[in-house]
Structures are given as C-alpha cells and as structure tokens.
C-alpha cells in the first residue's frame, strides 16, 4: 500500500495548513504521524474510514482535523493555530485493520515520504 502526501510548506505560529494523502489501494484507517529532529515519530491523528470516526493526540485536539474523500482514496489534515512544537516531517500511513484510537509508528509496515511542515514564532 502506498501513500503519496503532499502539502506542507512554512507558516508563522497561528496560522494553517494542510496536507493530502493519496493511498493506492483502500483504507481501513489511515494515520497522520510526524518526526521532530532527534525525537521519535509520533501518532498524532487518524481515521477510520469505514466508521469515519477521528481520533487526535491530545496536542492537537482542537486544532487539526482529519477528513476524507473516499472517491479519492484521499485523506486530509487540516491545521489550524499552528504553533512551533508543530514542527516536524509528517507522514501518511495507511493501515492494514480499523483503528479504534491514533496508531503507534510500530504499527506501521510501509512508510511514504514526508512532508515538512515548519512553524517560526
């Protein structure tokens, strides 16, 4: 299964973005993931595209948003008030089973490219 992420880009602190994830192949849930320099890679939203619930990491609840096109095989992640610690790579990482919260980077078996995202303050 492969995941093509675009969008990305440099904003100041409060202000959006958004990013894209094209899967080739259907869904079951899809994660949004992202990598600080010298930190782990974290699971920070997700959704399950049969029940279409989302589910976000307590740092970015209220602030990102996760949606779907299923016609596209396109998942979103809409960023709102993004703040400096939002910095990072971030991926898109299609699952192989229905997500019942964000997934763990272990859970993932292919990874795509990234995408940067950077937030000056």
């Known amino acids: 299964q492969a995941q093509l992420v675009s969008g990305g880009g440099s904003v100041q602190a409060g202000g959006s973005l958004g990013l894209s994830c094209v899967a080739s192949g259907y869904v079951y849930c899809m994660g949004w993931f992202r990598q600080a320099p010298g930190k782990e890679r974290e699971g920070v939203a997700a959704?399950?595209?049969?029940?279409?619930?989302?589910y976000y990491t307590d740092s970015v609840k209220g602030r990102f948003s996760v949606s779907q096109d299923i016609s596209k095989n396109t998942v979103y992640l809409r960023m709102n008030s993004l703040k400096a610690e939002d910095t990072a790579m971030y991926y898109c990482?299609?699952?192989?089973?229905?997500?019942?919260?964000?997934?763990?980077?272990?859970?993932?078996?292919?990874w795509g490219q990234g995408t940067q995202v950077t937030v000056s303050s």
């Open positions: 959704i399950d595209t049969g029940s279409t619930r989302t």
């Open positions: 990482a299609a699952l192989t089973a229905s997500c019942f919260g964000v997934p763990r980077s272990y859970e993932v078996e292919d």
